[in-house]
């Protein structure tokens, strides 16, 4: 007779709300998107090697079973990273942000 058990599913949320594949600084967005890419659990865990080949496939497992709540998170996580960028382009105009540091590097401030 196989024991069933039932296992914790190896992922963290940080103080950030970042959800991360537990003990490493992977984050599920990370696994998602190159599952979804067409990347195996294998190729993901060979560019990521600190990610054991059991909880690549345990996040993908619990991605295809909790599609729509995943999804959510990954849309929010996509909106939040937009609001970030636009906060900080009105505090720090990107605009000629190449021509000022070439100008510095030339003057040998950079």
Known sequence: M????????????DD????????????????VQAFSEGATAEEIAQQ???VPLADIY????YYLRRRADVEAYLHARRQQ??????????????????ER????RSAGTA
């Open 2 to 13: 196989l024991p069933t058990t039932t296992e914790t599913l190896p992922l963290e949320t």
């Open 16 to 31: 950030d709300g970042v959800v991360r594949v537990s003990h490493t600084r992977v984050t599920l967005d990370t696994i």
């Open 48 to 50: 990521y090697p600190s």
């Open 58 to 61: 345990s996040v993908i497992g």
């Open 81 to 98: 990273a937009v609001e970030t960028r636009q906060r900080n382009e009105a505090r720090h105009d990107p605009a000629g942000i190449r």
């Open 101 to 104: 540091l070439l100008r510095r």
